[in-house]
Nanobody, 117 residues
Framework: QVQLVESGGGLVQPGGSLRLSCAAS???????MAWYRQAPGKQREWVAR???????HYSNSVKGRFTISRDDAKNTVYLQMNSLKAEDTAVYYC????????????WGHGTQVTVSS
């Protein structure tokens, strides 16, 4: 069982940057890690994924602006978010144990990101 805790959310102006962190209670080295987000009134959507080998995938809405990375020595996954837009406002969730096209069973409680002037 892996517990995930997100941090790093907050209020940022359009065009700004934030870096989210996801700390795991156990080893993440053998599982895919991902970020999802849920905006008010919308379904949760996939944002980015990183495989055990370090291959990354992004949704079209964040490609070129967000970067997912992992530090397995620290059991931590990051999401660097640049050029933020108002439509990036959402609760961001860390997810572990999924695969290509589906989430895993490990979820964090989420961190709020608000992009507003």
């Amino acid at each position: 069982q892996v517990q995930l805790v997100e941090s790093g959310g907050g209020l940022v102006q359009p065009g700004g940057s934030l870096r989210l962190s996801c700390a795991a209670s156990g080893s993440t080295a053998s599982i895919y890690m991902a970020w999802y987000r849920q905006a008010p009134g919308k379904q949760r959507e996939w944002v980015a994924r990183i495989t055990t080998g370090g291959t990354t995938h992004y949704s079209n809405s964040v490609k070129g602006r967000f970067t997912i990375s992992r530090d397995d020595a620290k059991n931590t996954v990051y999401l660097q978010m640049n050029s933020l837009k108002a439509e990036d406002t959402a609760v961001y969730y860390c997810n572990g144990g999924g695969g290509l096209g589906y989430p895993g069973t490990y979820w964090g409680h989420g961190t709020q990101v608000t992009v507003s002037s």
